[in-house]
C-alpha cells in the first residue's frame, strides 16, 4: 500500500506560479514512476506530467511544455509539480499518482484545489 499526500494547492492569479507537492509513504517511493493529473469541472481527468523512478524519463502534456517542471526527491519520499505562468484554463483539482506496476497508476492522492483567476 501506499499513501499519497497532496498539498499545495490554492488560488492564484494569472501570471503567477505554484508548486505542488505529492509525499508518498508506505512502499520504497524510489521504485516507482509518479505522475500529475488535473481535472477541471466537467472535463476529464487529463495527465500533466510523469517523471521515471529516477527522473530520467519526463512527459509533459502539450498544454504546460515549458510552463510546468516534474521533479523527484527520493531522499524526501516527495515529487513536485512547478507551475509558472499559470493560465485560468489551468484551474482544476490536481492529483498525484504512482504506478506500482510499472501499466497503470494504483494508488491516487486526495487532490488539491488550484484556481487561477485572471
Known amino acids: 500500500q501506499v499513501q499519497l499526500l497532496v498539498s499545495g494547492g490554492g488560488l492564484a492569479q494569472a501570471g503567477v506560479s505554484l508548486r505542488l507537492s505529492c509525499a508518498a509513504s508506505?512502499?520504497?517511493?524510489?521504485?516507482?514512476?509518479m505522475g500529475w493529473f488535473r481535472q477541471a469541472s466537467g472535463k476529464e481527468r487529463e495527465s500533466v506530467a510523469a517523471i521515471n523512478r529516477i527522473g530520467g524519463s519526463i512527459y509533459y502534456a502539450d498544454s504546460v511544455k515549458g510552463r510546468f517542471t516534474i521533479s523527484r526527491d527520493n531522499a524526501k519520499n516527495t515529487v513536485y509539480l512547478q507551475m509558472n505562468s499559470l493560465k485560468p484554463e489551468n484551474t482544476a483539482v490536481y492529483y498525484c499518482a504512482v504506478s506500482t506496476t510499472g501499466y497503470r497508476y494504483d494508488y491516487w492522492g486526495q487532490g488539491t484545489q488550484v484556481t487561477v483567476s485572471s
Open positions: 508506505g512502499r520504497t517511493f524510489s521504485n516507482y514512476g
